[in-house]
């Protein structure tokens, strides 16, 4: 089944203690992307990936750390997580970014609490 | 920059009856509209699209949408309503002008709420 996985779905951790969030697509895209979803905010872009190797910045970056070494994974790394950084997060991915019609496959979210 | 509104937080339509989801947007240049569709405790899943053609777009589950250019609006839409379409939607849009690497910007969100 094509999909975008997520792990943990759910964390409870406290402030400052490292965390990683994985995600893994089995569908050869290109592009991967992270985003935080919170209440009247909708979702925020935290940082995308054009390909292996290539990542930059969303519109809320500030706090966390992106790596691309495999096509297929992009990990979410908060290094010393912060109380504003509890949130519903996301990752997403699409064959391309460069077509404009590609349609985003989301995986089923990680609830990040810190304490 | 490109933007998008959605207008209302909430949408109480009862079952049977048609509904609209409000969005508009803002864009520099052409517009790639989108609807995604957030059931709870489950990731957003994919509606429809507008990349161009026909203003009236169908998609999964019924929906569809009529992009409005003059308006520059894209509300979503549905004959009649079932309490299993009950859910948060979002509306995304991307602008071309840039080449799309910007990605897509959503809406805050409307929670629908079919009453039976």
């Known amino acids: 089944e094509a999909q975008v996985t997520q792990n943990p779905r759910y964390l409870i951790t406290v402030t400052g203690k490292k965390l990683t969030v994985t995600c893994s697509q089995n569908m050869n895209h290109e592009y991967m992307s992270w985003y935080r979803q919170d209440p009247g905010l909708g979702l925020r872009q935290i940082y995308y990936?054009?390909?292996?190797?290539?990542?930059d910045k969303g519109d809320v970056p500030e706090g966390y750390k992106v790596s691309r070494k495999e096509k297929r994974n992009f990990p979410l790394i908060l290094e010393s997580p912060s109380p504003n950084q509890t949130s519903l997060y996301f990752c997403?991915?699409?064959?391309?970014?460069?077509?404009?019609?590609?349609?985003?496959?989301f995986g089923a979210g990680s609830r990040l609490t810190v304490l | 920059a490109q933007s998008v509104a959605q207008p209302e937080d909430q949408v109480n339509v009862a079952e049977g009856n048609p509904l609209t989801v409000k969005c508009t947007y803002s864009v520099s240049g052409n517009p790639y509209l989108f609807w995604y569709v957030q059931y709870p405790n489950r990731g957003l899943q994919f509606l429809l699209k507008?990349?161009?053609?026909?203003?009236l777009v169908k998609g999964s589950y019924g929906f569809e949408a009529e992009f409005n250019k003059s308006q520059t609006s894209f509300h979503l839409k549905k004959p009649s309503a079932l309490v299993s379409d009950s859910a948060l939607y979002f509306c995304?849009?991307?602008?071309?002008?840039?080449?799309?690497?910007?990605?897509?910007?959503f809406g805050k969100g409307t929670h629908l709420i079919i009453q039976p």
């Open positions: 997403a991915s699409s064959y391309t970014i460069y077509s404009g019609a590609n349609v985003l496959t």
């Open positions: 995304a849009v991307r602008d071309m002008s840039g080449g799309g690497a910007d990605g897509l910007t």
């Open positions: 990936s054009m390909n292996v190797e290539v990542t």
């Open positions: 507008y990349i161009t053609g026909d203003n």
